[in-house]
C-alpha cells in the first residue's frame, strides 16, 4: 500500500508545532523536555543496538557492516524520530537492516526475526528496572542532600525520565501493529491460517498503526500500561534499598 510521504511529513509537521506550543507558553514543561533528552538517546541507542547485536549473534553480519554494532547515539538516531519522541511523545531510531538468510538454522528464520525483534523492546524494560535501581542507590547513600543541590535534583530528574521514557518507547514497541516489533513478536504463536491473514492485511493495518498514533489513542491505551509498570518498579526499588 502507498503512502504519500508528503501527507505524513506534514501530518509530523503539525503534530511537531503542536508540541513545540506548549513548551513555549509551560516554563515546566520546557524543563521536562531539556531533562527527556538523555533519556531519549538513551532508549533509542539501546533499542537499536539490542536489535543489531542479537541479530548478529544469531548469525547475520548486516548489522555490523552497517556500522550499528555500537552504543553511538549518532549510528542509531533518525532525525525525525527522535524529534518526534521528544515533541510527540512516541518516535524511533533508524531500523535496523536485517537478512533472515543470514540466520544461523538452529532455529526457523521466523523464531530468530521474533526474537531480533523483541530484544529492543527488552532491553529498554531491563534499563527502565537498571535506573530504578540507580535511582533508589543514590537515595538510599546521598539522602535527601542530593536534592539540596542544582545538579543533584537534575541528575534525579533526569533519571526518572530514563525509567519513563524506556518504559514508554518498550511498551509502545510491543503494540502487535506493523512497522512495530510486536508484530513479528507474536508471529510464531499464530496459527498458519491467522498468520496468512495477518500477512494479507499488513497494509490495512499499518493504516490502524498510523491512525492510532496520529490521533493519541495508541498513547490512551498503552499509558496505564506503562503508569502501572513504572509504580511496580518504584515499588520494587524502595522495597530493595528500604527507603
Keep these: 500500500m502507498y503512502f504519500d510521504k508528503r501527507m505524513i511529513y506534514a501530518i509530523i509537521a503539525i503534530m ?44 547475520d553480519d548486516t548489522p555490523r557492516m552497517e556500522g550499528r554494532l555500537s552504543l553511538n547515539p549518532l549510528s542509531h538516531i533518525d532525525p525525525i524520530g527522535f524529534i518526534m519522541l521528544l515533541f510527540a511523545g512516541f518516535g524511533w531510531g533508524k531500523p535496523v537492516h536485517v537478512n533472515p538468510r543470514n540466520y544461523n538454522r ?44 542544582t545538579i543533584g535534583y537534575i541528575v534525579m530528574q533526569m533519571i526518572m525520565y530514563i525509567i519513563t521514557i524506556n518504559i514508554g518507547l518498550g511498551i509502545f514497541n510491543l503494540i502487535p501493529l506493523p512497522p512495530l516489533d510486536g508484530s513479528k513478536v507474536i508471529k510464531p504463536f499464530l496459527s498458519y491460517n491467522l498468520k496468512t491473514w495477518f500477512e494479507n492485511r499488513e497494509g490495512i493495518f499499518y ?37
Excluded: C, M
Aim: net charge negative; proline share 2%; no cysteine.
Design 106 to 149: 538452529d532455529i526457523t528464520i521466523e523464531k530468530a526475526d521474533a526474537i531480533v525483534s523483541i530484544a529492543g523492546p527488552a532491553i529498554n524494560l531491563i534499563l527502565a528496572f537498571i535506573f530504578t535501581l540507580i535511582y533508589f542507590a543514590i537515595y538510599k547513600f546521598a539522602g535527601t542532600i542530593i536534592y539540596t543541590s
Design 16 to 59: 511537531v508545532i503542536w508540541g513545540i506550543s506548549k513548551y513555549l507558553i509551560d516554563i515546566n514543561s520546557l524543563l521536562g523536555l531539556l531533562y527527556s533528552i538523555p533519556g531519549v538517546l538513551i532508549a533509542i541507542t539501546f533499542h537499536e543496538f539490542a536489535h543489531a547485536i542479537v541479530a548478529y549473534k544469531l548469525g
Design 207 to 243: 493504516v490502524i498503526f498510523i491512525a492510532l498514533w496520529i490521533t493519541g489513542i495508541a498513547g490512551i491505551i498503552i499509558s496505564p500500561i506503562i503508569e502501572f509498570i513504572f509504580d511496580q518498579l518504584i515499588t520494587l526499588g524502595a522495597f530493595i534499598f528500604r527507603v
